[in-house]
């Protein structure tokens, strides 16, 4: 009998060999599931081991304030030589595009100045100010996996655990718990920037006031984020989570909405699988615990969440669990969300998990980096992921035309309270409005599915109704229409104010599909 390592040797060589005969593209795209099990969830698992040691060694041993400002130091010296040798280009972050979590491909690092940002710890948690300060590059995983071992949490703390806090800050970030407390942004009490001339500036709702409501969803166009302080609340063992299914799209909307305003609930969810069946959540934390409803859900071998949630509305019955509050953070972010089915069609199956589990999900960040263009090609036309961010008030309108425009579902369904601020995103009025942000991801089953037209119909209804699109997406607007949806009044004003247009490209030019073909 073989081996087992001869055995491995001759499946690799096997798989060489037909990777030969049929060529590597056809492989990437028509059997991806092999190269991401094979090569990118080892890979991938490698990644998390390196940082998650590298980010508890650092922070045991408080290398990271030291470090921090003579980093910051070298930022501002990039910027300063930059503008010695005449700003001929625009400045960007050093960071490939492929390490970050949006899909996009951003062309503009192939032609900008790129400054190397090399900031990716926490400097500080203060349990007595409530705050913890952390640099850009941290992500939600670092910030799960400290907090709450120490009994602290974020108020909103967005799912997938590769997000970054530059990212959630400069793009924007939701999850269950922004009923109460806003987007990521609004649970931020302050940011540290290098501006265009290579001058610091610290900025709070006090203190460069227009500054600090300006940076959010700007892009990294306004300066380079290289600190913020983020609000932390004390965190509980669990979240108890109920389950309840509904039928009929009204109905839907009626309960999702009065879940929405309950104050009480610290989570609300929804996850819709067709127009008319859902199942809704809420969530409140605690320390108390039934045992025979405990289920950790972020265990490697346990069903993915979704189909887990699906199977409430199977039965039609409504339950009750107890959730680890770490595993209820990152409940989506095994199967991300919904969008691993597509790459590994067999993923939940239990045999799958038990096996292989441990090493799922593969990095968003390295399915990017080896799609090539041909794959990218074919996501972009017969792929959708979009989050667009409505007025509650329009949910059923919406929900009605996200099914005739692209029909994908599931859909998620997450509530936020929009406060009255300054800034590219706030509420029609002058008060703060309850709005919901409607994530769509997966193949498109509307009949003739054309990418741009059908999105630009989709972008269409949702300025119609004073609402948002989340800009990591693929964003088909013009100009004109952009700037219709987003308010850029203070936005244009700093620009000017602090130098920027020599210096940064405008947030339309960086993000959206008509200015970078």
């Not at 970054?164 to 540290?192: D, N, P, W």
């Not at 008030?393 to 601020?421: E, G």
Request: hydrophobic share 40%; net charge neutral.
């Amino acid at each position: 009998m073989m081996e087992p390592a001869e055995s491995l040797a001759v499946c690799a060589l096997l798989f060489l060999l037909w990777v030969r005969v049929k060529g590597l593209e056809f492989v990437l795209i028509h059997q991806r599931w092999v190269f991401v099990c094979l090569f990118l969830l080892p890979l991938s698992l490698i990644f998390d081991i390196y940082y998650y040691v590298r980010a508890w060694v650092v922070f045991k041993l408080s290398s990271a304030p030291r470090l921090h400002e003579q980093r910051v130091r070298d930022i501002q010296k990039q910027v300063r030589e930059w503008k010695e040798q005449g700003s001929k280009t625009f400045m960007c972050t050093g960071r490939p595009g492929w390490l970050t979590v949006s899909l996009r491909v951003g062309k503009y690092k192939k032609t900008h100045k790129n400054i190397m940002i090399n900031l990716m710890d926490i400097l500080e948690v203060d349990t007595k100010k409530q705050i913890v300060r952390v640099e850009p590059l941290v992500t939600m995983g670092q910030v799960t996996a400290l907090l709450t071992s120490i009994g602290w949490t974020l108020p909103v703390l967005p799912e997938l655990d590769d997000l970054t806090v530059g990212g959630l800050i400069m793009g924007t970030g939701i999850e269950s718990s922004s009923h109460k407390y806003g987007l990521f942004q609004h649970i931020c009490t302050a940011y540290e920037l290098v501006l265009a001339d290579g001058s610091f500036v610290r900025c709070t709702p006090s203190e460069n006031s227009d500054l600090f409501y300006a940076v959010p969803w700007s892009c990294g166009t306004l300066g380079f984020l290289v600190a913020a302080e983020i609000r932390i609340i004390p965190a509980k063992k669990y979240v108890k989570l109920r389950f309840e299914p509904v039928q009929g799209l009204e109905a839907i909307c009626a309960k999702f909405t009065h879940e929405s305003q309950r104050q009480e609930n610290h989570f609300v969810e929804g996850l819709l699988y067709s127009l008319d069946e859902a199942v809704i959540m809420t969530g409140v934390m605690t320390d108390e615990v039934e045992p025979s409803k405990l289920n950790s859900i972020g265990n490697y071998y346990k069903p993915w969440f979704f189909k887990h949630v699906e199977n409430y509305l199977k039965t039609n019955r409504g339950g009750l669990e107890y959730i680890p509050l770490r595993h209820y953070y990152h409940r989506h972010t095994r199967s991300i969300f919904w969008e691993l089915q597509d790459i590994i069609p067999f993923g939940n199956n239990p045999i799958f998990r038990y096996l292989f589990g441990w090493m799922v999900p593969p990095k968003i960040s390295l399915l990017k980096l080896t799609q090539g263009e041909t794959l990218r090609k074919l996501y972009e036309q017969h792929h959708v992921v979009q989050d667009m961010l409505v007025p509650m008030k329009c949910l059923q309108q919406a929900l009605h035309t996200f099914q005739n425009d692209i029909h994908v579902y599931p859909i998620w369904l997450c509530p936020f309270i929009l406060p009255s601020q300054p800034g590219l995103v706030h509420p029609k009025g002058n008060e703060a409005e309850l709005y919901i942000d409607i994530g769509a991801y997966g193949e498109p089953r509307v009949k003739h599915f054309e990418a741009r037209s059908c999105m630009r119909q989709l972008e269409k209804f949702v300025r119609s109704v004073h609402g948002f699109q989340m800009l990591y997406a693929d964003c088909y607007m013009n100009r004109e229409e952009f700037w219709e949806m987003f308010d850029g009044s203070l936005y244009h004003k700093l620009r000017e104010k602090l130098g920027c247009q020599d210096a940064f490209p405008e947030v339309y030019d960086k993000i959206c599909k008509a200015a970078r073909h």
